[in-house]
């Protein structure tokens, strides 16, 4: 059955580095997001992203966030600058279509800590 | 005030009680998703609603559009149902369907 993979499933880094965090949709999804679950805290929507451009952004998502879909397969989610607080969980998700009729298929998460 | 509201927070049980968890919201949404949340903190769609009823296996989801309410049903619960049980609703357009989560209910069910 077709997954969403997600890589690296665990990322330390230092305060102010960059990470990348990458993600393979499933290949006939249209529709991909990006969440992030911190320790004990529920699950939040970061951005979507359809047809090369982001759809639609949380205040969370602010200028050190970027995604990017840089060929046919991969989905990337870019921190410029990472903080202590955005030590958390980071999901990927991705759907066939964006709207009220669909399914949102997530990959394991990938556990950021920012040292 | 939280958008999506689960309860309980916790809920222990036997194995082969039947479940109940609660879900209400106060946006207007595409359509409500009931997930489930492995210790390892992967995450499964199971439900997908927006009128009436589903089942799947012992699982059972209904929702009241009227009253923004939803519930989640276990029958003949099984230790192997332990996870958070997270209720999310879709809310969206043409290129987006952003879900908004609730905080989720931690189940265990005991043999």
Redesign the interface.
Known sequence: EPEVTQTPSHQVTQMGQEVILRCVPISNHLYFYWYRQILGQKVEFLVSFYNNEISEKSEIFDDQFSVERPDGSNFTLKIRSTKLEDSAMYFCASSVAGGPADTQYFGPGTRLTVL | KNEVEQSPQNLTAQEGEFITINCSYSVGI??L?W?QQHP??????LF?L?SGKKKHGRLIATINIQEKHSSLHITASHPRDSAVY?C?V?V?????????????TRLQVFP
Not at chain 2, 92 to 104: A, E, M, P, Q, R
């Open positions: 595409s359509a998703h997930l390892g903190g992967g995450i499964v769609s997908m927006s997270i999310a879709g969206g357009s043409y290129n987006t369907d952003k879900l908004i989560f609730g905080t989720g």
